[in-house]
């Protein structure tokens, strides 16, 4: 294969692969939409196990305390925990992170059980919102499917070979004229 030809099969795997990419997006979205309404109808986060397939899940966020001011935050560590306050008046990483874990949301404040304080620079992060849908394939399934993309693969680039070296623009649905 000469460099030609190489750079043309880059460009014709790299084409394929941005439209299948852009294919499975399309039905990731799909998936997607059907879990969010599922998660409204139902109240509950959907897992579907598809049978010689894998898992489809939605994840949904639980009710946690976050930093959603840095600077009140770190006011009030300061006048609470200075120790633990950083001379450039930055929480340490360490500290945020017990501190993080030590907070308890009430309604849609952050408290500081300890004191029964109101924790400044926090915010109640809501549980029960959808997050990201993740497909976890089966061994076999990974497999097959890996198998079965390779022969449509080895198919499509023989279609593929049909595509001229040089195209006119004009002759690309979308192209420059």
Not at 133 to 161: K, N, T
């Amino acid at each position: 294969m000469n460099r030609t030809e190489r750079v043309q099969e880059v460009l014709r795997l790299e084409g394929l692969a941005d439209a299948a990419k852009k294919r499975a997006a399309e039905h990731r979205a799909a998936l997607d939409a059907d879990a969010r309404a599922e998660l409204e109808r139902e109240g509950t986060a959907p897992s579907w196990r598809l049978p010689d397939i894998g898992t489809v899940a939605l994840a949904v966020s639980k009710e946690a305390p976050v930093v959603a001011d840095i600077e009140a935050l770190t006011k009030w560590c300061l006048a609470r925990y200075p120790g633990e306050v950083e001379t450039v008046h930055q929480i340490r990483a360490s500290f945020q992170t017990a501190l993080l874990g030590r907070v308890v949301c009430d309604g849609d404040v952050v408290v500081d059980p300890g004191t029964g304080e109101v924790v400044p620079g926090m915010a109640v992060r809501l549980g029960g919102m959808p997050q990201s849908l993740s497909i976890r394939p089966s061994r076999d399934a990974r497999a097959v499917y890996a198998a079965a993309g390779a022969q449509m693969l080895d198919g499509l680039l023989l279609l593929a070979g049909e595509v001229p070296g040089h195209l006119d623009p004009a002759d690309v649905p979308g192209g420059d004229r």
